[in-house]
């Protein structure tokens, strides 16, 4: 019976605006499921940068909350693992969702652009992906995050959609921006072995091309494992 692949699902929160994109995070649980993997999510133990009103879109100056606590609500309760209890050895491949929190949370693209930096749990885990030659796939913002871990080390050829701040900061960080003309596009590095997706890097787009390009970014992935 041929093995099913694990993976590695890192969350970042929940709520698109301070943590995971949760439309993003669960289309990804779904094609994963379709595609025959088993998938453990994780995020850190650790404080959002901030918090916002998703009724509102402005931040609630009072409020605290927990990466790996709200991540738990897209998890399911239970079932979402602290990254400091995660190793990579004991997945086939990484699928990172999007959200504002991978830009925030996971590291500080949102505020310093190619000049953030990466929490070091967070490199440390994804980087180690990349030297185990482990595919990866990124969606939305996500990318920035992968871009970061990387710079320095190895050149990607990746997607943001067709965002020209964003491409600019890819080409400061030593990588390659590929423009892509919609959510339901892929961009694969086939040296990497990492799998890109715009989803809802374009604002306006519909949730049935943001799955189109989530579920072809999966198969692509699973077929790397």
């Excluded at 970042?12 to 499921?33: M, Q, S, W, Y």
């Excluded at 939305?140 to 190895?154: D, H, Q, R, T, W």
């Excluded at 390659?176 to 787009?205: C, S, W």
Aim: charged share 20%; proline share 4%.
């Amino acid at each position: 019976m041929a093995k099913t692949p694990k993976v590695a699902v890192l969350l970042a929160g929940c709520g698109h605006l301070d943590g995971a994109e949760v439309r993003e995070a669960v289309l990804t649980l779904l094609a994963l499921d379709q595609h025959g993997a088993a998938f453990q999510c994780i995020a850190p133990n650790a404080q959002q940068y901030h918090v916002i009103n998703h009724a509102t879109g402005e931040p609630d100056t009072g409020a605290t909350r927990n990466i790996l606590e709200e991540a738990g609500r897209i998890a399911r309760v239970g079932q979402c693992l602290d990254l400091a209890k995660a190793k990579p050895a004991d997945f086939d491949a990484l699928v990172m969702p999007g959200g504002y929190g991978v830009a925030k949370n996971h590291c500080s693209f949102a505020f310093k652009g190619a000049g953030g930096d990466v929490r070091p749990d967070v490199a440390a885990f994804v980087g180690a992906f990349f030297d185990a030659k482990k595919p990866v796939g990124a969606i939305c913002i996500a990318p920035a995050l992968v871009a970061l871990a990387l710079s320095g080390k190895a050149s990607a050829e990746l997607t943001l959609g067709h965002d020209a701040g964003c491409a600019a900061a890819m080409q400061k960080l030593g990588h390659h921006h590929q423009d892509t003309p919609n959510a339901r596009e892929i961009v694969i590095d086939e040296a990497l072995k990492l799998v890109t997706t715009p989803a809802y890097m374009f604002d306006g787009a519909r949730l049935s091309d943001v799955w189109v390009g989530i579920e072809r970014c999966v198969a692509e992935v699973m077929k790397r494992c």
